[in-house]
């Protein structure tokens, strides 16, 4: 014969609760805690994801949501998820990606509802990571042909340091004097140039 469970009072409302309804609430408030230290913004996605699972006609469970909140909960937590045999990176924004591109098709009626599981949302999250890893393989192939690029020295500079640099001074050359005639020595041509300036002076 089974023991009736023993009536507590809720401390709040004084409703009577068993122990085992006192329990239910603790741990359903502990994985609520849980998901809201991971992202409020991303545990409100969370929920919406839930109501994929919702058979129709009907109301998802409180002990089905935690069950299945519980186990999205490590991937959250971790940032990565293990799928089809290994791990894969899952940043929250993928997460949160992934959860609205469900959503987007569940809209445009092209998902088989209720979802069973969540190996289509991790096979997407899988799908991102993987993404990401054959870019940065591609970009490292590509750095090992050509080699990593060199800082450029011959780069126009900034503005602020051509303002900056002290302007040059254009200094004119100095024209360049009439070639003498040759032969002639400069004494000689001084001597000639007085004598010239005398005859002038002398004449009315």
């Not at 080699?147 to 450029?152: Q, Y």
Request: charged letters at 20%; glycine letters at 6%; one cysteine or more.
């Amino acid at each position: 014969m089974t023991k009736p469970s023993e009536k507590l009072a809720c401390p709040v409302c004084s409703a009577e609760l068993t122990f085992e309804q006192l329990l239910g609430h603790m741990e359903s408030g502990r994985t609520f805690d849980r998901l809201a230290a991971v992202s409020v913004p991303l545990g409100t996605l969370v929920m919406q994801y839930l109501t994929l699972f919702t058979p129709a006609s009907q109301r998802l469970t409180n002990t089905k949501k935690l069950r299945l909140i519980d186990q999205l909960l490590p991937g959250l937590e971790a940032r990565s998820i293990t799928h089809k045999g290994r791990d894969w990176a899952a940043p929250l924004a993928h997460w949160a990606q992934a959860i609205e591109q469900m959503l987007t098709a569940r809209a445009m009626d092209r998902l088989t509802l209720p979802m069973t599981n969540h190996s289509y949302l991790y096979t997407i999250l899988a799908g991102m990571a993987d993404k990401l890893e054959g870019q940065a393989e591609q970009q490292h192939e590509q750095e090992l042909r050509t080699g990593p690029r060199r800082a450029s020295t011959n780069g126009p500079a900034a503005v602020g340091e051509v303002l900056a640099a002290p302007a040059t001074a254009t200094t004119p050359r100095p024209a360049a004097a009439a070639p003498a005639p040759a032969g002639v020595s400069p004494t000689v041509r001084a001597m000639r140039a007085q004598i010239e300036a005398r005859r002038k002076g002398e004449q009315p």
